[in-house]
């Protein structure tokens, strides 16, 4: 329902909702990140990692899709032909014995495809990806092995193919299946490709499957919101997420083709959002973090009340590795020394490493101070409070570190926030201003650079 006749409090949610801020999955944001961190860099922080033992997370980057979506805020580029797919693949396979020569045989927990649209990768590349990360690396017995999909590329064949590879958990890219909003983001998959998919995926066996909604897309409408959500439900995912669009148009420049007057204003997305909280509340999904729901049987929800989920690139996870590393142009690495982040253009990287060098284009080391306040946001962004003098002391440092942000919290968010001593909990509107209450506790922000609207 349209909000109309607003309390003060709610007036001024529609000011901090038009406020720029970061989407904190990863701290410090890549807006840090310079040419100081180089391949020898993350060649040692990966040596030190390797000695510490553990297990790692794995995340593959796909940069193709048969189409650009207007939408769109990967790092991606339209490929008609497998050609260009095979001959990416066969470079990646570069990338992981490069760092398999570095790591040995480390243990992974999690091994996530992401893109851009992993499933347009020929099937035999898929399977050679596999063995040679399963020969490189060790594959834990329990573990996750994620795959973002375009349902409109989704066949029985395939799933079964990656069914017997070991994937486990499947994201579907729904976004809306609302034609006029299809259109206009050029992403047009009616209801019948959506549950085409989701038959292949339940033919092959794989009962963990994540639908990706959004909201904020231009002529989006709480009408279409509902409508969305109502046929989305119907298919019974274990997990949806749903994610406010992000309007960057200076950094994705495709993002053009959609018109500013096309987009639903503050009030209208704050609209949106909690429509589709309280659609899948009583659809029964419980709601995790800012902008995920699960089904009770979720792992998702028992790591949310038990307090052992996390953030990341990929969202909320049961993933409690503290090393990720990510394959594949533009792809984020991260250590417990800092992160790395790949060359973002797709020949840059290949040219780097079929030269025999890790493709490290610039990264982030992190101190002790930047542990700190990271483990302080992701505590926000996860459970809309933290214990920050116990995160402190988990760190060694002292806790008047915080003084200065917890200041600048109470003055600009009131009565929102509720602070006793060194605790804080978000307590009116959690899922539009987490990100806000988070941003007090960055130490860079807002120094530098653009971000999308907090709602």
Request: aromatic share 8%; with cysteine; net charge neutral.
């Amino acid at each position: 329902m349209p909000i109309t006749h607003q309390r003060p409090e709610a007036r001024d949610l529609l000011s901090l909702a038009t406020r720029t801020v970061p989407r904190y999955t990863s701290y410090p944001t890549a807006l840090q990140f310079t040419s100081d961190v180089d391949a020898a860099s993350y060649g040692k922080w990966l040596d030190i990692e390797a000695r510490r033992g553990g297990a790692v997370s794995i995340y593959l980057h796909v940069p193709f899709c048969r189409s650009i979506c207007n939408y769109c805020g990967c790092t991606t580029k339209a490929a008609l032909r497998d050609g260009p797919v095979r001959a990416y693949a066969d470079v990646l396979k570069d990338e992981i014995r490069l760092v398999g020569a570095i790591t040995g045989r480390i243990e992974v927990s999690h091994l996530h495809w992401g893109g851009g649209t992993p499933n347009i990768l020929p099937s035999d590349c898929i399977e050679e990806l596999v063995t040679l990360l399963s020969e490189t690396f060790r594959f834990r017995e329990d573990m996750e092995h994620a795959i973002e999909l375009d349902p409109r590329h989704v066949t029985r064949d395939g799933m079964a193919h990656l069914a017997g590879l070991g994937v486990n958990r499947t994201s579907l890219g729904v976004q809306t299946l609302d034609d006029t909003v299809q259109q206009a983001i050029a992403r047009v998959q009616p209801m019948a490709a959506v549950e085409d998919a989701m038959a292949a995926i339940s033919r092959a066996g794989i009962a963990d499957v994540n639908f990706d909604l959004m909201y904020g897309l231009p002529f989006q409408s709480e009408a279409s919101i509902q409508s969305t959500v109502e046929q989305a439900v119907r298919l019974v995912p274990s997990r949806i997420a749903v994610f406010g669009y992000a309007h960057v148009p200076w950094m994705k420049p495709h993002q053009r083709l959609i018109g500013d007057d096309t987009l639903p204003d503050a009030r209208a997305r704050i609209a949106q959002g909690r429509l589709a909280r309280r659609l899948l509340a009583a659809a029964g999904y419980e709601a995790v973090g800012i902008d995920h729901f699960a089904r009770e049987f979720d792992p998702l929800v028992a790591a949310m009340r038990n307090g052992t989920m996390r953030r990341n690139f990929q969202g909320y996870t049961t993933d409690t590795a503290s090393v990720l590393m990510g394959f594949g142009p533009s792809s984020i690495s991260r250590t417990a020394s800092g992160y790395a982040q790949n060359l973002p253009d797709n020949a840059g990287w290949q040219r780097r490493v079929r030269s025999g060098e890790l493709p490290v284009a610039r990264g982030k080391a992190m101190d002790d101070m930047d542990r700190m306040r990271a483990d302080a946001i992701e505590a926000i962004l996860c459970f809309f409070g933290v214990d920050l003098a116990e995160v402190a002391g988990r760190h060694g440092l002292p806790v008047d570190i915080f003084g200065p942000d917890i200041f600048s919290l109470r003055a600009q968010m009131g009565a929102r926030v509720r602070i006793d001593g060194w605790r804080i909990a978000i307590e009116r509107d959690p899922h539009e201003t987490a990100r806000l209450v988070a941003s007090h506790f960055d130490g860079y922000f807002p120094l530098s650079g653009r971000y999308s609207v907090a709602v």
